[in-house]
């Protein structure tokens, strides 16, 4: 089984400024990999996800995200934040084979302060 | 767009009830899945299916069931509900065996008194 690690529980930042939330999962084989994010009282929303091809991908609102396979990484970053982003953050790994199997972080909760 | 739907927001229910959690995807996606999530922990799967009444245990099925009649629905049973299930509960569903995208439902929150 795969796992995933998050290893900022909490990502406070101030508007405007760049943000790079950490991710590290353990298995150096072919994986399949995105970040999701959940606002409040809500479910998860696919932010963005790479399959394979270039390593670095672009997602919705304005985020990145760069798969390292050597040090087994997907970080996702945003150049400049804004209030709306302040929410849950979860990276995840999934397994391809029948059921298709998710392994999820624990979250990054980001908190962009004005 | 893909639509997950749940059949309740929040949910109160008293210990030794039975729960039925309903899961509704439009897509014909063949796998669909059960999730709790709870503080510091992330989400963890409690049970998957990747085709109608096939089954599959997660990480944490102890005190849970699923059932799968129909391929669009994916029900989660709380046989005698305890208040270590108090918890956010979240169903996905997605196409396999690739391995893409999970589309989520908005959660339902459970309350067990």
Redesign the interface.
């Known amino acids: 089984a795969q796992s995933v690690t998050q290893l900022d529980?909490q990502v406070p930042v101030f508007e405007e400024a760049p943000v790079e939330l950490r991710c590290n999962y353990s298995s150096s084989v072919s994986?399949?990999l995105?970040w999701?994010v959940q606002y409040p009282?809500?479910?998860?929303?696919?932010l963005l996800?790479y399959?394979s091809g270039s390593t670095l991908v672009k997602g919705i609102n304005g985020f990145e995200a760069e798969f390292n396979k050597s040090q087994t990484s997907f970080h996702l970053r945003k150049p400049s934040v804004h209030i709306s982003d302040t929410a849950e953050y979860?990276c995840?790994v999934?397994?391809?084979?029948?059921?298709?199997?998710?392994y999820?972080?624990?979250?990054t909760s980001l908190t962009v302060i004005p | 767009d893909v639509k997950v739907t749940q059949s309740s927001r929040y949910l109160v229910k008293r210990t030794g009830e039975k729960v039925f959690l309903e899961c509704v995807q439009d897509m014909d996606h063949e796998n669909m899945f059960w999730y709790r999530q709870d503080p510091g922990l992330g989400l963890r799967l409690i049970y998957f299916s990747y085709d109608v009444k096939m089954k599959e245990k997660g990480d944490i099925p102890e005190g849970y069931s699923v059932s799968r009649e129909k391929k669009e629905r994916f029900s989660l049973i709380l046989e005698s509900a305890s208040t270590n299930q108090t918890s956010m509960y979240l169903c996905a569903s997605g196409w396999g065996p690739s391995g893409e995208t999970q589309y989520f439902g908005p959660g339902t929150r459970l309350l067990v008194l």
């Open positions: 529980s994986v399949y995105f999701y009282n809500q479910g998860l929303q696919l996800k399959l979860f995840a999934s397994d391809p084979s029948p059921g298709n199997q998710f999820f972080g624990t979250g």
